[in-house]
């Protein structure tokens, strides 16, 4: 079942502004990542933040965590029209089985120029 | 790099046809999985693999069934395909033995049942 909610749905900024996109889950995990996807194909992985983690940064990518209160964000600085895409959380949970990840629903971001 | 190739991008079949659609990685991952994505409703997983010729149903598995004999290649059946199950389908693979290993997916079929 899906457990991640991602806020908001849907984000639309200028080029240069920076957009940040938030992901709450449910259940304890190992770890939390966040994916791109480009319209009308696959995800690609960004970032991964293990649970003793509180910040990572990855170029223009800085994501927090913040178990006690079951919830992250993703960070873009200085945001390009190539940016646009859709922005998943996935979280890794402790009793995981079989390696699956839990996907949010999303945040369709849109980078006017 | 990983790389998880799907065989068709694009695909259109008929209702009641049996559809096979083909996934295959490169790098020697244990856990395979298939999702079906629709709007609305982010990314469902229909079954996974964690070992060749093992399987487990997602959340989803009605209407479909898995193949995975060799361990790069995991195939999703449509035993008879309905209307409903159109829909891009996604793969994707995953290093089993540590666990802080993200997925790798394919690019998706985009499988339209008239």
């Known amino acids: ?113 | 790099d990983v790389k998880v190739t799907q065989s068709s991008r694009y695909l259109v079949k008929r209702t009641g046809e049996k559809v096979f659609l083909e996934c295959v990685q490169d790098m020697d991952h244990e856990n395979m999985f298939w999702y079906r994505q629709d709007p609305g409703l982010g990314l469902r997983l229909i079954y996974f693999s964690y070992d060749v010729k093992m399987k487990e149903k997602g959340d989803i598995p009605e209407g479909y069934s898995v193949s995975r004999e060799k361990k790069e290649r995991f195939s999703l059946i449509l035993e008879s395909a309905s209307t409903n199950q159109t829909s891009m389908y996604l793969c994707a693979s995953r290093y089993l033995k540590n666990s802080n290993q993200p997925q790798h997916f394919g690019d998706g079929t985009r499988l339209s049942i008239l």
Request: glycine share 8%.
């Open chain 1, 1 to 113: 079942s899906q457990q991640g909610e991602e806020d908001p749905q849907a984000l639309s900024i200028q080029e240069g502004e920076n957009a940040t996109m938030n992901c709450s889950y449910k259940t304890s995990i190992n770890n939390l990542q966040w994916y791109r996807q480009n319209s009308g194909r696959g995800l690609v992985h960004l970032i991964l933040i293990r649970s003793n983690e509180r910040e990572k940064h990855s170029g223009r990518l800085r994501v927090t965590l913040d178990t006690s209160k079951k919830s992250s964000s993703l960070l873009i600085t200085a945001s390009r029209a190539a940016d646009t895409a859709s922005y998943f959380c996935a979280t890794d949970h402790i009793y995981n089985q079989g390696g699956k990840l839990i996907f949010g629903q999303g945040t369709e971001l849109s980078v006017k120029p």
